[in-house]
């Protein structure tokens, strides 16, 4: 199988197949009810890049839905979490923990952080499922 370019349509569409194909995602996630963009912005050193807009609808231990927005204005999700690429490339490839990142600024969260430390089992679940997908980097 070839690489999956991150962060891409095709990348957030395989995540969400790692998740649905996961027992512990579902187990970890089941409580949670929330739907998220994941926005990757540009690294200061790479301004012409855009900042890339990966939405995820999760329910109740399961990925409804997945796929990149060409508009932001076209969801209204309950979560936003955002950073840089080089930090999500951290996350991705499990190198920074996101709640570390969120704790020391390194990522930022719109939403209900009380909602998220509730359900911390299920970011490291998802986290794990990212390391599964082989992915490639641009830099």
Request: hydrophobic letters at 40%; one cysteine or more; proline letters at 4%.
């Amino acid at each position: 199988m070839s690489k999956i370019m991150f962060p891409s349509d095709a990348w957030v569409k395989q995540l969400e197949v790692e998740l649905n194909r996961s027992e512990a995602y579902a187990e970890a996630g089941k409580n949670w009810e929330g739907d998220f963009y994941f926005v990757i912005d540009p690294d200061k050193d790479n301004p012409q890049q855009e900042s890339t807009y990966l939405y995820m609808d999760l329910w109740h231990g399961k990925c409804r839905a997945a796929y990149a927005v060409h508009d932001k204005s076209e969801k209204n999700p309950a979560f936003v979490m955002s950073g840089t690429y080089s930090k999500w490339k951290r996350v991705v490839t499990a190198q920074l923990d996101p709640l570390q990142g969120l704790m020391t600024g390194q990522l930022k969260l719109k939403g209900n952080m009380v909602m998220v430390m509730k359900n911390v089992k299920a970011a490291q679940e998802m986290v794990k499922a990212c390391t599964r997908i082989d992915a490639e980097f641009s830099a």
